[in-house]
């Protein structure tokens, strides 16, 4: 009997799993488990609108998703849908793949008031991700503080500095597209805690910065320090040095009035977000770089802002019975194994770092200790799940389901934009059941 493998969450990890059990010489009957109708998680949520080359990778997924081996369980939530022990008495093995989806928090007073937005929940929101559609984020503002100098930081930044014309050709949904080029934002502060040096993100997305039609980078250049110092391999200081070139470049740019000012701040660490039930401002204390760590130096500085948006990392939120670490925030796992049939991947096994291809890894491994561990099929696998959904009248979807509800999403793009995407649950399942019944008739 083919071994059962149920992986829970349709993203990178998920993916480069299937596909590594795939190309195994075992057996393998693999079901991908989605808590909403579609398929690839942060790359249809995570990456940005304006990055549409790098969500190329789904059309691998796309292969692997149509592999004979392999089935797709969309609208299906572990916890609400089906109990992790269930699963772990249906199947093999059941592999975590359900990433980071929550925003770490900064710990600071004041973090309740309204205006202050984690990049998991701001980006949702201008990315379609249907958690997010009713965020309604107040932009009628001057300026915006996010915190923290990683990719995903930049993103927001870029992303709120864009034009409609800028922005129309993306996926974006209408109600992102028209709140961003309605704002009229002055200035985007990008805080980091320590410097320039430490900040975490790549040079081609920092260029970009300086390639905007409206954004304009600003950055005080006495903090850019000469050269790159302290422990780190040659690549990260080669890559490290081409970040204060960037930096330099941008230090020395003039600045045209009607710009949006994007000013990036080192050194400067937030302590409290101001203002009554709305914010108004941050302050935040000057820092010093002691060991690799951010020090405060007890001089401290306000700006006004009507948005915050830490771009700081993120958490997980596990289902019942599964074990967390807390320490590391993420499933408590050795390399990947967390307990007898049960395996993780990508950010829930190792934290919210990396680039995509960074999940191929993590699902080599984890086939690799799958392939290991397990050599004949005992349980049900599929067929105990298509009666437990069907009993429990689950309406859970296929991937000709999802590629219905894709070709409706292309088929209603903007001009020149690759999808417009549906951006509530209900009009995802209507778009799939539609297509059904058009076929039908
Ligand atoms: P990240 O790269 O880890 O950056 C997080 C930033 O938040 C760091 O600057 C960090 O500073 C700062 N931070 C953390 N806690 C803080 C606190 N309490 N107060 C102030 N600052 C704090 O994380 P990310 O930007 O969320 O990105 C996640 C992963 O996705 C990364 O691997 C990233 O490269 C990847 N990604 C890639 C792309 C792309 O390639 N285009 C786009 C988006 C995301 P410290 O360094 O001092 O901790």
Request: proline residues 5%; aromatic residues 6%.
């Amino acid at each position: 009997m083919s071994v059962s493998v149920a992986i829970v969450g349709s993203g990178p990890a998920g993916f480069y799993t299937a596909d590594a059990l795939v190309k195994s010489d075992a057996d393998y009957s693999i079901d991908i488990i989605e808590r909403l109708p579609t398929p690839f998680g942060l790359i249809r949520y995570g990456v940005s609108p304006d990055h549409e080359t790098t969500r190329k990778v789904s059309k691998a997924f796309e292969r692997t998703a149509l592999a004979d081996p392999v089935r797709y369980f969309g609208n299906v939530e572990l916890g609400r849908d089906i109990g992790f022990e269930e699963l772990r008495s249906l199947y093999d093995a059941v592999v975590l793949t359900v990433g980071m989806p929550l925003d770490q928090m900064l710990g600071i007073p004041g973090e309740d008031k309204a205006g202050v937005i984690g990049a998991a929940a701001f980006v949702g929101w201008y990315n379609g991700h249907p958690d997010f559609t009713d965020l309604d984020p107040d932009l009628d503002i001057d300026a915006v503080a996010v915190i923290g100098v990683g990719n995903v930081a930049l993103d927001v930044a870029r992303i709120l500095t864009k034009t409609r014309a800028e922005l129309t050709a993306t996926d974006m949904p209408d109600h992102a597209l028209d709140a961003i080029d309605s704002a009229s934002i002055g200035d985007i502060h990008i805080f980091g805690r320590r410097g320039p040096v430490e900040a975490k993100f790549s040079n081609v997305e920092l260029r970009e910065m300086g390639e905007l039609e409206k954004g304009v980078p600003i950055v005080d250049g006495a903090v850019i320090p000469d050269e790159v110092t302290g422990e780190m391999a040659e690549r990260d200081a080669r890559l490290k040095e081409k970040n204060l070139a960037t930096l330099r470049e941008f230090a020395r740019l003039e600045v045209e009035d009607g710009k949006t000012r994007l000013r990036f701040q080192f050194h400067a660490a937030p302590v409290e977000i101001l203002g009554g039930e709305r914010v108004e401002g941050l302050r935040l204390e000057r820092t010093k770089l002691v060991e690799g760590r951010a020090v405060g130096s007890g001089e401290f500085f306000e700006v006004p802002c009507g948005l915050v948006v830490p771009a700081i990392g993120y958490r997980a939120t596990l289902p019942e019975g599964v074990p967390l670490d807390a320490r590391r925030g993420t499933v408590e796992n050795t390399d990947g194994r967390v307990a007898d049939g049960v395996y993780a991947a990508g950010w829930i096994m190792r934290g919210p770092t990396g680039v995509i291809s960074s999940n191929r890894t993590d699902g080599r491994l984890v086939a690799g200790h799958i392939d290991a561990d397990i050599k004949d099929g005992k349980k049900p696998g599929r067929e105990g799940l298509n009666a437990l959904l069907t009993e429990r009248g689950v309406n859970f979807i296929s991937y000709a389901d999802w590629q219905k509800i894709e070709s409706a999403e292309i088929a209603a793009a903007r001009a020149g934009a690759p999808r417009r995407k549906f951006v509530t649950v209900d009009d995802m399942l209507a778009a799939a059941a539609d297509t059904a019944q058009r076929e039908a008739g």
